[in-house]
């Protein structure tokens, strides 16, 4: 059976460019099943997860759905669950969490001020905390969206939790289908495709030791695709692995090309030249599309620059 991760693995299409783009994550617990568009089509709320898009929109916030792999039978109501927000721009990364028995106290967070990097209107509502435990492993599982994210993602998901990983999550949509499966790892925010059980376990001790793993990874979600691009590059050049060390200060040009600034704690700077290209022979982006052609980013050249004396909060 053709699915478009087997056409994407195939023509060898690259990864580096593609994660979603929230500078935070709101994670909400719902079991149960998920539809398309799960914030309105789950066992939440439609009104409130309507009325939580269109408080997020425009902040830096992306809100998703969590639940614990396994099983997801129409169980009734949830008494209680749990919620984390996790914001994952270098300098600024911090993981909360909360547990909740009432889902619209989440119309009461300040959006805005979670975006901008601000936890405390999260901890002041639901008496969130700094999360002390595992780092996350979100696997996305909606095959509603896409049923490469079920097929590929739920087994990934159960292997993981099987395996005593204890941040382990099925997410509702980290986009990207034909990369499945995909993950996405908090508090850093990097996202990974074309995932398997061995290599989120060295992902998730790379966390433990603050230091990234670049194989398979598709970006920081802090960043726009073209900086997530560019600071991949950068660490390739570099052999630079420690997390929260590099800053994409400024991005200039438009769209096909770029030259992305990256910039490091220690002082150094490198200019990036970041093109939009089209991944080709034509292929589905995902299951049951017509065939296109996905945008990629081809990073043209990495050039270290003389010390400038940008500054990068540590």
Same mark, same amino acid.
């Given at each position: ?35 398309a568009k799960a914030l ?18 425009? $902040? +830096?916030?992306?809100? *998703? /759905?969590?639940?614990?792999? %396994?099983?997801?039978?129409? &169980?009734?109501? =949830?008494?209680? #669950? ?26 009461d967070l300040d959006f ?19 999360? $002390? +435990?595992?780092?996350? *492993? /979100?696997?996305?599982?909606? %095959?509603?969206?896409?049923? &490469?994210?079920? =097929?590929?993602? #739920? ?50 001790? +790379? ?8 194989? %398979? ?98």
């Open positions: 059976m053709s699915t478009c991760t087997t056409a994407s693995r195939q023509l060898d299409e690259p990864l580096s460019g593609t994660a979603a783009t929230a500078r935070t994550w709101l994670l909400i617990e719902q079991p149960g099943p998920w539809g309105t089509s789950s066992h939440l709320d439609p009104a409130l997860g309507r009325a939580l898009e269109a408080a997020a929109e425009g $902040t +830096g916030v992306r809100v *998703a /759905l969590i639940r614990r792999p %396994g099983r997801h039978a129409d &169980c009734g109501p =949830l008494a209680e #669950r749990h919620v984390y927000v996790g914001h994952t721009t270098p300098g600024g990364v911090w993981l909360h969490s909360a547990m909740t028995r009432d889902p619209e106290r989440l119309l805005a001020a979670l975006g901008a990097g601000d936890p405390r209107s999260f901890d002041d509502v639901l008496q969130g905390r700094p999360h $002390t +435990g595992d780092p996350l *492993a /979100l696997v996305c599982t909606n %095959g509603k969206r896409d049923r &490469c994210c079920a =097929l590929l993602g #739920r087994p990934l998901a159960a292997e993981l939790a099987a395996s005593g990983i204890g941040g382990t999550w099925e997410v509702t949509h980290l986009g990207g289908h034909r990369f499945s499966p995909t993950v996405l790892v908090l508090p850093y925010g990097y996202a990974y495709g074309r995932t398997e059980t061995h290599a989120v376990m060295e992902i998730l001790q +790379g966390v433990r030791e603050g230091r990234v793993v670049t194989e %398979g990874c598709r970006g920081n979600s802090a960043w726009e695709r073209p900086g997530q691009a560019a600071e991949l590059a950068v660490r390739t050049a570099s052999g630079e692995h420690a997390a929260g060390v590099l800053t994409v200060v400024r991005t200039d040009g438009t769209a096909p090309r770029w030259e992305v600034t990256v910039a490091h704690v220690d002082g150094r700077v490198w200019r990036v030249v970041v093109a939009r290209g089209a991944s080709l022979p034509p292929r589905p982006e995902s299951c049951g599309s017509a065939l296109g052609s996905p945008a990629r980013m081809d990073v043209v050249a990495v050039r270290q620059l003389e010390h400038t004396g940008i500054p990068v909060a540590c």
